[in-house]
């Protein structure tokens, strides 16, 4: 196991919108069984999911617009502004649209210029949905991802290319570990900054990872790689925030014996 003084968080990411492109943060506040604020916490239904947002749920990914299936995301970029809830999107540098998504008018106005760009994705006009305190995960449990950078590197290795982490879409991107030395903290705790974390589980990658972000192609095949080379589809962890505090870029992580 790697001295664990030298872990260092080096970047700490959301994903307010599912499917769209990630927010850079240098710090945020953390609480028990929550994700990072705001991660997922909209998302825009591609066909009938018979989400409710009186009882929200969890629901596969594949009710909604995603990469996995809609690479033409990734040409998107998106900014939100957690003081109005307005999403700003644009493309090539260019605003496209901007909408407050909490109001009808500002969902609307998104909606309908993903109707018309994503048009070859949709199974039924597009909606945007939220629900106060819900996160549209891929996974049922409220929790973070982490990315080692370390394993990064030794795909990087394996593949003879070079792989942007922003592939696996984690929440948390550390290094000074070993590679693939994230994959046997499941069941322990992780001091990151102030905050504790309870490793849950190893995640499972799917086809989203082979989206290139930058461009929105597909041009690797990263769970057939993980798979041949390694003998499983896993890539990063999931953990559950167990105690409330702040989590800053370039905190220490520390691995509890």
């Not at 909604?64 to 809609?70: A, T, V």
């Not at 496209?96 to 909606?111: H, Q």
């Not at 048009?119 to 305190?133: E, M, T, V």
């Amino acid at each position: 196991m790697s001295n664990d003084a030298q872990l260092k968080v080096t970047s700490i990411h959301r994903y307010p919108v599912k499917g769209f492109s990630p927010q850079s943060l240098e710090r945020v506040s953390c609480q028990i069984g929550e994700p990072l604020p705001y991660d997922r916490a909209f998302a825009v239904e591609n066909g009938a999911s018979k989400f409710d947002s009186q009882n929200p749920r969890y629901l596969p990914k594949t009710s909604f617009l995603m990469l996995m299936r809609d690479e033409r995301l990734a040409t998107l970029r998106t900014e939100f502004d957690e003081e109005t809830q307005t999403l700003t999107i644009l493309r090539n540098g260019k605003q496209v649209a901007v909408g407050k998504l909490t109001d009808l008018t500002g969902r609307l106005i998104i909606e309908q210029f993903l109707s018309a760009y994503m048009n070859f994705s949709l199974r039924g006009a597009p909606k945007i949905l939220s629900s106060p305190g819900h996160s549209f995960s891929d996974v049922p449990a409220k929790c973070l991802h982490l990315v080692n950078l370390a394993s990064v590197r030794d795909l990087e290795r394996t593949t003879r290319k070079k792989v942007d982490p922003l592939r696996f879409r984690a929440n948390v991107y550390f290094d000074g570990a070993e590679p693939w030395e994230e994959l046997s903290w499941v069941g322990k705790q992780l001091i990151a900054g102030g905050v504790t974390l309870s490793v849950a589980d190893r995640t499972s990658r799917c086809d989203a990872t082979n989206v290139n972000p930058e461009k929105g192609i597909r041009d690797m095949a990263i769970p057939t790689t993980l798979f041949r080379t390694w003998g499983h589809s896993d890539f990063g962890i999931y953990a559950k925030v167990a105690s409330d505090g702040e989590l800053a870029v370039g905190d220490d992580l520390h691995l509890n014996p």
